[in-house]
């Protein structure tokens, strides 16, 4: 069976530090990968995709990149957090198809100070 | 763009009482339709899905019926339970992203 693996489950860095959030996936193979955030009352935001390795789409401009080295595995960066960074990070993984759903795993709670 | 709507929360209920949760989308062409739920502290689960008009999803006492006419796809429950209580995300899928509504938040009381 399917799984995914996101860490770490919380998080809490300063203002001007790095950050690097990773995700990976098993039993599966050619997914598709997504990081989403979840800010408070203000629901899911899709920050990046990916359809394959090195291939990264970003939907918006952020402090923040994300990289594919290897077909399961899926990384979000930044250089320098900002307080704004702060939120709930969420990785997914479907399969290609476009009616097959999103698994997500069980979320970074990133908090800036 | 693709987008979704979805009534806002929270909404707060008593165990076995009726749940609606509206929600509707705007998309061009044919998309698949999702509800997912998230319990505290954990990430999002699928709910349930319909991937054409008038399909009805169901899960757990769930129903939503995929109605391109209102382009609605509203979530119901007859009788809720405590267990039921979560954040529900209606989400439309038209291309390789998943377009997500705010998520409304549902607490049911014994």
């Known amino acids: 069976s399917q799984t995914i693996h996101q860490w770490p489950a919380t998080l809490v860095q300063p203002v001007g530090s790095p950050l690097s959030l990773e995700c990976t996936v098993e039993g599966t193979s050619n997914p598709n990968l997504y990081w989403y955030r979840q800010a408070a009352g203000r629901g899911l935001q899709l920050l990046f995709y990916?359809?394959?390795?090195?291939?990264i789409s970003s939907e918006v401009p952020q402090n923040l990149s994300a990289s594919r080295p290897q077909d399961r595995q899926f990384i979000l960066s930044s250089k320098k957090l900002l307080l704004s960074d702060s939120g709930f990070y969420l990785c997914a993984w479907r399969d290609r198809g476009r009616n097959s759903p999103l698994h997500f795993g069980n979320g970074t709670r990133l908090t800036v100070t | 763009g693709d987008s979704v709507t979805q009534m806002e929360g929270p909404v707060t209920l008593s165990e076995e009482a009726f749940l609606t949760i509206n929600c509707t989308y705007t998309a061009t062409g044919y998309p698949s339709l999702f509800w997912y739920v998230q319990y505290p502290g954990e990430g999002l689960q699928l709910l349930l899905k319909a991937t054409k008009a008038d399909d009805k999803g169901s899960n757990k006492g769930f129903e939503a019926t995929y109605r391109k006419e209102t382009t609605s796809f509203h979530l119901e429950k007859g009788s809720v339970q405590v267990s039921d209580s979560a954040v529900y995300f209606c989400a439309l899928d038209n291309d390789y992203k998943l377009s997500f509504g705010a998520g409304t938040t549902v607490t049911v009381r014994a």
């Open positions: 990916s359809v394959g390795i090195g291939q």
